[in-house]
């Protein structure tokens, strides 16, 4: 696990939208695991500049979000489905819309839902790169603390801490679901590759029980030791606050 001082928000996400460039560029049949929240925001316009500006195609390119809440999909203006069409796709019309996967959190049967969203990673898998926020419990997708490491797809509880972090970006707090479809631990470390992004006071404290390194089910982030290409991108803000005394490695 590399851990990199980006400096700030912007660097980071310029190099995280400079490497899935390279990575499409060199490998069209390339697959990405995709992310949303504000931690995104920034690397989604730098990526859309990269693909207009070097006439990227994307025809061949299979994406995987990791999650959407239950009860939001397609047409709802907060959910993640709309996330990344307003933030990516709309952007340029070579992606293939049969690749782009983001779960259906209306579906009329979740359980086949999770199941067939499970089936097409592992078929059109695995992931090249795998993008990822961390939220202030340390979780990664969905993937409160205690989830299972060798979980794979499927309805989550969302804690309290969670809901709280997340409710702003809904007018009213009681329209903030409870649930979400994820990405499972066990699906996100199948990956090639994972590039995990954290800025700002927030998350200092996850990305500080991150570096001590015990590996613990409470704190689902730390399952990212037991992956060999990883690389963690904070800003100064966090970094500054680091107690590397502290750090197994």
């Known amino acids: 696990m590399k851990i990199l001082n980006m400096g700030n928000k912007r660097l980071a ?3 995280a939208a400079i490497e899935i ?4 560029t060199e490998h069209p049949q390339t697959t990405l695991g995709l992310a949303t929240g504000d931690t995104m925001l920034e690397v989604y316009p730098d990526l859309i500049d990269l693909i207009n500006l070097n006439q990227t195609d994307l025809s061949e390119v299979h994406t995987f979000n990791l999650d959407e809440y239950v009860g939001l999909g397609e047409g709802d203006k907060d959910s993640y489905h709309t996330y990344m069409h307003e933030n990516l796709f709309n952007h340029n019309s070579s992606w293939g819309k049969e690749h782009i996967h983001v779960p259906n959190g209306k579906a009329e049967d979740i359980s086949r839902e999770i199941k067939d969203y499970e089936a097409q990673l592992e078929a059109e898998g695995p992931v090249d790169i795998q993008l990822l926020g961390i939220g202030e419990n340390g979780h990664i997708g969905f993937n409160e603390p205690g989830a ?5 797809t499927r309805v989550v509880d969302l804690t309290e801490s969670t809901i709280n972090a997340n409710k702003v970006h809904f007018e009213r707090t009681e329209d903030m679901p409870t649930q979400a479809i994820s990405m499972g631990l066990g699906s996100i470390m199948s990956a090639k590759r994972i590039i995990l992004l954290a800025f700002g006071d927030k998350k200092a404290n996850a990305i500080q029980q991150l570096i ?3 590996v613990s089910e409470e704190l689902p982030a730390s399952i990212l030791h037991q992956h060999d ?3 963690i991108l904070v800003d100064d803000t966090i970094y500054q606050q680091l107690d590397w005394s502290k750090s197994q490695g």
Do not use: R
Not at 21 to 24: D, F, L, S
Not at 148 to 152: A, L, N, R
């Open 21 to 24: 460039i390279k990575q499409v």
């Open 148 to 152: 299972s490491f060798e979980s794979k």
């Open 229 to 231: 290409n990883v690389e």
């Open 212 to 214: 001590e390194g015990k």
């Open 13 to 15: 996400s310029e190099y």
